[in-house]
Structure formats: C-alpha cells, structure tokens
C-alpha cells in the first residue's frame, strides 16, 4: 500500500468517527438501550482518538525526520497513537474509580511503554 491512501484512509476515518460520535452522542437515547450506547459511543471515541492522535503523530515525524518519512513511519504513529488513547482511557478509568494517582498513572505510563518496546523490538 502506498503511504498517501494509508493516510487518506485515517482521515477518512477520523472524519467519520467524529460526526459518528457526535451525532450518536446528541441523538442516541441512552436510557432505552445502555448497552448499545456505551459500546458505540466508546467504540467510536476510540476510533476517533486514534485516527487524530496518528495524524498528529506523522506531522511530528514528518518535521522531526525533514519531510523523509516511509509507510513504517505511517504505521509506528498508528500502533503509538493507539497506545496513547488507551493511556488516557486507562487514566480516566482510574479518575472514575477513585484510583488516580501519580503511581498508578505512572505505572500505566511504564506499562504502555513497554508494549510500545516489545512491538518495536518485533517489527524490526
């Protein structure tokens, strides 16, 4: 695959997801189907964060590497914007259920780094 359909495709999404996501956070009823609404609504934030969080994620490697960057590069700012939005899904988890604190946000923190090294140290 080529780097610019990889990269239209992820706007294309984040597109989607986010009038997705506000048109299923404004319309949808969440007292009649719970269920339904939380898997939706937080499928579609997912989708969402990490669509916004790879494009922002290339840009900065696209300054940091002078405008040279490869599909490898498209895909390491996916995998790593992914690890990012559960970073700050985990860190509201941890607000939520009255655990946040600078040691278990930080061991999230070591936690998703280490996965980010692991998948890195596999790619390669």
Same mark, same amino acid.
């Given at each position: 695959?080529?780097?610019?359909?990889? !990269? !239209? @495709?992820?706007?294309?999404?984040?597109?989607?997801?986010?009038?997705? *996501?506000?048109?299923?956070?404004?319309?949808?009823?969440?007292?009649?189907?719970?269920?339904?609404?939380?898997?939706?609504? @937080?499928?579609?934030?997912?989708?969402?964060?990490? +669509? %916004?969080?790879?494009?922002?994620?290339?840009? %900065?490697?696209?300054?940091?590497?002078? *405008?040279?960057?490869?599909?490898?590069?498209?895909? +390491?700012? !996916?995998?790593?914007?992914?690890?990012?939005?559960?970073?700050?899904?985990?860190?509201?988890?941890?607000?939520? !259920? *009255?655990?946040?604190?600078?040691?278990?946000?930080?061991?999230?923190?070591?936690?998703?780094?280490?996965?980010?090294?692991?998948?890195?140290?596999?790619?390669?």
């Amino acid at each position: 695959m080529k780097k610019k359909l990889i !990269l !239209l @495709i992820v706007l294309i999404i984040f597109l989607i997801t986010s009038l997705t *996501w506000y048109l299923t956070y404004d319309y949808l009823d969440p007292f009649r189907n719970t269920t339904v609404t939380f898997i939706v609504v @937080i499928t579609e934030f997912i989708l969402f964060c990490v +669509s %916004f969080f790879t494009m922002v994620l290339y840009v %900065f490697k696209k300054v940091l590497y002078r *405008w040279e960057v490869f599909l490898e590069h498209v895909f +390491s700012s !996916l995998r790593q914007s992914f690890l990012i939005t559960w970073f700050f899904i985990g860190s509201g988890v941890f607000y939520r !259920l *009255w655990v946040f604190e600078f040691s278990t946000v930080f061991l999230l923190f070591v936690i998703c780094l280490f996965i980010e090294l692991l998948f890195d140290n596999l790619l390669k």
